[in-house]
């Protein structure tokens, strides 16, 4: 098969091998790496209807990971979607009212995340096999919540790592929080930042960027690497999940060979939606992309104005792993659409650096027509969970009603009533009071564990084991620091200040 090589979106690195690419994360010039052309799928979905999700999995990896056998695809494969999940299917679809639930919770963290980040590792050791790495890789992580643990629970304990996790201190959710700070495993590392996201996340992003700090590594035995989305080695185990659920709605007879269908999903880092778009553009018979916003609406004002501008203010909302200004995945979306011009590409990323907004132009907002820019209010989302929850007994979380809203509004105003796969990204447990509230009230409940057991009797959906051994799992992480030493608690964990 051909060898597909991967180039950085801002023309600083090309010819890089798939494994080299998942190995560094990011490229040198802090551009992300993209496929030099986006593969077609080589079967038809006729015959993809009739496999499982590994198999899907191992279809589409085949295209992109070209320098990985097929026994080592097939092995991290294999260890990645094994019993973790609670489900054989891995991601079940769900028809509620009229639209399909793809429930991509049902791995060790419940939230979708896992579905990459249960693969990531396997992928990132195999590529330090292939590579002769000697060193000790270090995934450095900023997290709005969910990526964090699901990063953490993927690389605890896997030998020649170390995993090191920064979240915002006030900006995860109760669940979230306990989650990362009782993660065990003996390389396993989790500092709460005195900021928001987007500060976790350019901490992250310098540290990479840091020349001097990166000889210091190197002379300590270390060698970093990027659990975040921006890493191919998540985005591309997610262009799976469209693949599967086109497969498994045509082996069920929901949809007609070639029939086009929509997919609404709610959007943080633009990582979910554009393995979407991958999908699509590998012949997956997808309509429009609806990229769902919190009152964090920046990637909405972006669709309808083809202005970028992160100068606002940040709103904390009850479906936090979207609360983020600065997409970084859109990155790539920005750069197919210039017709993989990387100057293009990094002319408007100088400019989000350096005023915090960049402007597309006429000719790349039309290739971006794809997407159907969209938001819901706090109210707004908590009414999608409130009457999908009354009128068909399903619950679903924050996030997930961010896209459920935004999907109604959507197919109201334009009459576009095609069939509809609702991305649902995380368990209703692991937000418990935000989900129970949107339902019934305001909650006097104080006890976390109280308001799933709530949550039980009226979902008739029992509470997940990544909640109940949560109950009496010891706290092992403490450490915090503020946005600016990050460097500094990185190479104390690290013992080489
Ligand atoms: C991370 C996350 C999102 C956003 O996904 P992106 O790939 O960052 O757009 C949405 N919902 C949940 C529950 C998440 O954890």
Redesign the pocket.
């Known amino acids: 098969m051909k060898k597909l090589t991967y180039q950085s979106t801002r023309g600083g690195e090309s010819g890089v091998t798939a494994s080299q690419a998942i190995l560094k994360g990011i490229a040198s010039d802090g551009g992300l790496f993209m496929p030099e052309e986006i593969p077609q799928l080589d079967k038809t979905m006729e015959e993809l209807s009739g496999l499982s999700y590994k198999e899907i999995a191992y279809e589409v990896m085949k295209l992109y990971l070209t320098d990985f056998t097929k026994k080592e695809l097939q092995d991290c494969i294999e260890k990645a979607y094994d019993s973790k999940f609670d489900t054989e299917q891995i991601a079940p679809i769900v028809k509620a009212a009229t639209a399909y639930f793809l429930e991509l919770f049902h791995g060790n963290t419940i939230?979708?995340?896992d579905m990459a980040l249960s693969i990531l590792p396997r992928l990132m050791t195999a590529a330090a096999r292939k590579n002769k790495v000697d060193k000790e890789i270090v995934i450095l992580t900023a997290t709005?919540?969910?990526?964090g643990k699901a990063a953490l629970a993927g690389f605890a304990d896997v030998p020649g790592t170390r995993i090191i996790v920064f979240y915002p201190k006030n900006g995860v959710s109760h669940m979230q929080e306990l989650q990362m700070v009782t993660q065990k495993g003996d390389n396993t590392a989790v500092v709460a930042i005195h900021g928001n996201f987007d500060d976790a996340q350019t901490g992250v992003k310098k540290i990479f960027g840091d020349e001097e700090f990166g000889k210091k590594l190197d002379a300590g035995g270390f060698q970093l690497s990027s659990a975040n989305?921006i890493n191919v080695g998540r985005l591309i185990p997610q262009v799976v999940y469209y693949v599967y659920s086109y497969a498994n709605l045509l082996a069920r007879g929901e949809i007609e060979d070639g029939e086009k269908i929509n997919v609404a999903v709610?959007?943080?880092?633009?990582?979910?939606?554009l393995a979407g778009y991958l999908a699509k553009q590998m012949g997956v018979p997808i309509n429009k992309l609806l990229c769902a916003s919190n009152d964090n609406r920046v990637l909405y004002d972006f669709f309808t104005t083809g202005t970028y501008d992160k100068n606002r203010e940040f709103v904390l909302t009850m479906s936090p792993?979207?609360d983020i200004l600065v997409s970084s995945n859109l990155e790539r979306l920005i750069y197919l659409s210039a017709g993989c011009d990387a100057k293009k590409t990094a002319k408007l990323m100088k400019d989000l650096a350096e005023k915090g907004s960049y402007t597309v132009t006429k000719e790349m907002q039309k290739r971006m027509k794809d997407f159907v820019g969209g938001f819901a209010t706090e109210e707004e989302d908590a009414k999608a969970i409130r009457e999908l929850y009354k009128n068909r007994g399903y619950v679903i979380d924050t996030?997930t009603g961010v896209a459920a809203a935004v999907w109604k509004h959507y197919r109201d105003e334009s009459g576009d009533d095609s069939k509809t796969v609702i991305v649902s990204?995380?368990s209703p447990y692991k937000f418990s009071r935000s989900v129970l509230e949107a339902i019934q009230g305001p909650s006097m409940m104080e006890d976390e564990f109280e308001i799933a057991e709530e949550l039980q009797r009226i979902s008739m959906v029992p509470v997940p084991n990544a909640i109940l051994e949560l109950r009496d799992a010891g706290v092992r992480h403490t450490m915090e620091c503020d946005a600016a030493d990050m460097e500094e608690a990185v190479a104390g964990i690290l013992g080489i200040a």
């Open positions: 939230a979708f995340k709005s919540g969910d990526t989305s709610p959007t943080g880092n633009f990582g979910n939606i792993s979207m996030h990204t995380a």
